[in-house]
């Protein structure tokens, strides 16, 4: 696909007769999550119909532990002329920053971090030792999941309800191969809605689920009811709570390993501040952040600017850009909620030019990058996982070139 491109250099020449026709900016997304992990989009071609309707060039698939859904990504992608970007995220342990309390870019779990790989080979070859690793991780994420789906039947079966759940149902029924809290969440809104026909009955009987609390959501919120569904049976305190396993996290030295082999770009995936100003710890002085991502070459940040305040997601911004930092942007769509693909911060304030600008200058490095690894050439990293900062002009030049020509008619 990507590397059925021309040469560089023949390219670059077809590039430099027709560039004055093409877009300076073109508009992305370079983080979703698809259906094999968990998203509001029912399937892939949902989401590609809707970037499309959108006229969105550039779409990242960003899943959880797995690159499933590559090859579906990939097919859409060449028929409906919008360029993939290939990505994978990982939850990794920070011991130090947990012993010491310091939350990262998970508010509620001190150590814990969240990290993606950006701009991947493909296809995905990483060998025998990566791909072991990635399936622990995922049969380990898989048994938590099953674990709560026994308790949860077990206490249906306790308050008399006139269903049952079992994990393979579930991963059946509403998940690919990689079932998540979400995906039970929205296996008992369902069964709930099929098995009592009235608002009334319903209600009732999550009020019996909660163990007495009323449900606050209104009942064709889908999203904000299967988000109280996880809140009162799933997280700490509910009935089917189940901890997770520390043997079950990596390392981020170990992260950004499989990352690399991969064939992808360490990539900080950037909290930033919450609705009432804060930020974690690790986020919340820039230049500190900036220092403790060098001491691990990770020269690339992306954010999800719907989490932010317009201003504050500007300053940030323009902080590291400053430092040479390969920045993206993209709206996760790892909730139920199914909200437009196209970039807003929040309040659904928009991005400004200059943003918008930096960020595509993201995804066209990301796309430099996939196109000379599958040329068999070096990338954007040297051979020490350092991003080759000094060649950045150069490597946005052979982006840009390799997104026109993929999403031409």
Known sequence: MIDSLPRKKALLEWHASVQDEMPAIRKFNAHIHSPYSFSAFESIGQTFQLAKSESISVLGINDFIVTDGYDEFSEHAL??????????????????????????NDPNNPG??????????????????????????????????????????????????????????????????????????????AKVFEYYDTDKERKEFF?????????????????????EIRSNLLKSGGEAFVPEDPKAFLSLDEIIEIILKMGGIPTYPVLLDDPAGNFTAYEGDFE?????????????????????N??????????????????????????PELTPLSLSCRKNDALDEQILSIGYEGVCLLAAHQY?????????????????????????KIGRAVIDRFVQP
């Open 372 to 396: 000379l690894i599958s040329k068999e050439e070096e990338g954007l990293l040297d051979v020490s996982g350092k991003f080759k900062a000094e060649a950045r002009n150069e490597f946005v």
């Open 310 to 335: 317009a201003e504050v997601l500007k300053k940030f911004v323009a902080f590291f850009h400053e430092k040479s930092y390969i920045i993206t942007f993209g709206t996760e769509h790892n909730t």
């Open 79 to 104: 028929r409906f002329k919008i360029y993939p970007i290939f990505c994978i995220e990982f939850m990794g342990l920070l011991a130090e920053e947990q012993s010491q309390g310091i939350r990262i």
């Open 288 to 308: 500190k952040l900036h220092q403790e991502l060098s001491k691990r070459n990770i020269s690339s940040i992306e954010l999800i600017p719907t989490r932010n």
């Open 207 to 227: 009020t019996l689920l909660f163990g007495g609390k009323h449900v606050k959501s209104g009942l064709n919120h889908y999203a904000d009811l299967e988000n």
């Open 112 to 189: 814990r971090i969240y990290f993606s790989g950006k701009g991947l080979a493909y296809p995905v070859n990483p060998g025998k030792k990566v791909n072991d690793t990635l399936k622990f991780v995922k049969n380990e994420s898989n048994r938590q999941t099953a674990v709560m789906i026994f308790k949860l039947d077990q206490h249906l079966k306790k308050i008399k309800a006139p269903f049952r759940l079992s994990f393979q149902e579930v991963k059946k029924t509403f998940a690919m191969d990689l079932v998540r809290e979400r995906h039970i969440a929205k296996a008992i809104r």
